[in-house]
């Protein structure tokens, strides 16, 4: 399993697994809890988070250090094209001009639900921008090639809402787009527990990136060391290759999935 | 994490995976899956292995030494009491005076569905002949727990047919079985996936019990760490208590869950 | 369409629903939702129903008359063997020699899940007292094909447990029974909802049981229509031969159904 | 339920079935499977079928005539914005001014997943142009919210893609739809037997079109009453007020659905 490394905009991670940093009740649990998750890109809400913008507040990179970490700076509360671009532009100056951005151009401030073609005229100005654009866009096939097309480094789909805790609403699509990528898909948003996460991973995903399922559990540090495993084994279960479904041990050919 | 043990018959063990040690293509395989598994616990076909019976053949014990694991002898292929509990006294003669076993009365050689009604008699005789009983059975909640005010050390419903990988069918039932039981209670049968052995640990279950889900995949011995790591997750996630699930982020009460 | 009809203990019905009378406000309402369902056999509790033993008191079979409807006297209520054959017989004397009965013997006052060996044995007395036994049980297949060899003349397992309207919780085991049976399978308890009808006959269920789901909704008698367009829909759709489920309408062969 | 009708572009509709005519045998099993499914609404995909274009071939119009049915051109088969619109108009000369056509522009040819850029594109040149325009969309709810924005009188999601037969692959999103929508929301696409049908009337949407679903069955008369017959019991399930979801019948309180 050595080489088995997730290449994004050039670089190898050996974690699959990428957090957030919001919703923690102090920075020790943050710190906490992602040095127990293995993450080794970690995303920021520009717009929420002291990264040196407030001189006298606690900043984050002081429990997130740049040299052990990969930051990932995100447009989260943005919903139109100009904000979004402006916040990857200020997080690239904060930043002594980092490249790696997560674009999401929110469409709905009920469901956070992207929306889709705003995210696809922001994606394209960043790119010419020299961006490594990392994007969160629906499930929609379609616009997921296109964020590709464009130039965007991953691609990725929500599962469910995000801070929902739904898992993959629907694997269809979430499989149809990875089958159809060349980019790594990771999967952004709505994973509520373990197991949704070994279900993405076993689909195919290149990794997930959540934030409320850590952070919003009883114990934020355990459950950060549960979604390490659950990427781990999703991803081994991937490659081993499972058994074939069948509806008897005795049943000469895998199920045709009717029913069950 | 260090105290959060399973304790069958009075002996406590770290790992929460069981495994057979049928279907694999040598016993060197057999070997390196059962140490990438991590499983402590092997459960092994009297019927069908050999653990000394033949003198001249490969013994299983050579791979699985009797200091390094605990062997479950199982009554796999019987269909009766007598031959259920004729095959665990001839386990322990062969094992010298062993009492743990996991007893299994078929009732259909198709689908290898438990007989239940058999296997509470067969129960009842192993119990009161000294045993400690680790029974397979199917997920109705009132056998199981019969089962258990029989005398049985754990429980053991099976998620689905036994060589089926259709991963746990009613997570009504067996979390039924899980909520009312004071004995552990094992998943046994019906696992084909790292996820699926996840979800049966996030319900609270004490462990999950498989051989086809490793021996059949194209690599088992990832597929056995795979698994290792994903019964980890899955009691992890359970303990660590997972966020709730809801419609958005900004929702304030959980989801009823009528239609996802 | 003119010859589907639903055989049970040598008489033929048009319709495949049948209904309880349980849990409605009145009798006027439980007229007005008996006949919009189309029902021509109607299960009554006996120990909670007046067909007559109490004179003064309004009785069912005022609304319900008995050249109009088959009756189908029910156990309900009924937690061992001797109240249930008890029952019956006070059934069949009250009813001038009737000899169609639903047992129902239960565990669990909580689940209502069924006792399926008390089941068994008081099936055995009642097919051997000259009773016409519908029998309902849970979802194991090996028991509901005792329940067959028995005698009983309809094998009626459980969907969910009785007035939880969760649907047909495990799809699997029904359709294992359905496909080894030579009696009628008919889904009783824990249907909520007019699909959840449809889905039973499409799996091939001769036909569904059901109160809680016409007597619990908002408006009874316009769920007893639906509900009775359901089961003739799912009927229809059983005989009709439902297209292949495919990944694409280009795709050349069935779906494997392994994530979807 | 007399009062219960379907109203698209200011005109009443008693069903909520729609129909397409592709796929069939012949022209006479169109007819009868049509009126099987009572049908008021026949969608016809102007590229492939003869409505008058071919003087000396069978007209579709023979079986479904116009002063009985409402017809529904459609731009199946149009990948870009100008054939969805040359379309549209060659549909509106052929019918003498008829303005009430389905808009779907696809994007790719393997899935026939729909171009929701391109959609919006072409439905905003339609309504312009003064067409009725009910459009196949995804079931991205931003999308859809647009779509009924730009001036569309009924929205189309898809359940599944086009021939999949897979049923609502994301009831999530397109109860989200419903919710958030002020014109008539009908899935279009991807349903395979009748329960899908129903369980898509079951959560409030205004009606189902579909095609394969009928004319793939085995027998797509029957299938078609079957239809017929769902989405009536969907629709009066829906009117009706189902039971709540509880774990047990005397469980206080609806379930939370966290694993069933």
Known sequence: MQQDTLTIAGKEY????????GKYKDLAETKAATEASGAQIITVAIRRT????????????????????????NT??????????RTCRLARELLNGHKLVKLEVLGDAKTLYPDTIQTLKA?????????????????DPLIARQLE??????????AAPIGSGLGIRNPYNILE????????????????????????????CAGV???????????????ASAMKKAIE????????????????????????????
């Open 50 to 73: 002291n990264i040196g913008q407030n001189k006298d507040e606690p900043n984050l990179l002081d429990v997130i250090p740049l040299d052990k970490y990969t930051l990932l700076p």
């Open 76 to 85: 989260a509360g943005c919903y139109n094209v100009e904000d979004a671009v």
């Open 233 to 260: 084994a999703g991803r081994e279960a991937f490659l081993a290759g499972r058994m074939p479904r069948k509806r008897y041990a005795s049943a000469s050919s895998p199920l045709d999935g009717t029913f069950f």
């Open 14 to 21: 050996s974690s699959r697994l990428l957090v957030g940093t």
């Open 209 to 223: 990136l959540m934030n409320t399922a850590i952070a919003g559990a009883k114990n934020p540090v355990l459950m």
């Open 123 to 139: 994606a394209e100005i960043l790119v010419k921008d020299g961006f490594d654009v990392m994007v969160y866009t629906s499930d």
């Open 177 to 204: 787009i990875i089958e159809n990528a060349k980019v790594p898909i990771i999967v952004d948003a709505g994973v509520g527990t373990a197991s949704d996460a070994a279900i993405a991973m076993e689909m195919g």
């Open 149 to 158: 097309d464009i130039g965007c480094v991953a691609v990725m789909p929500l």
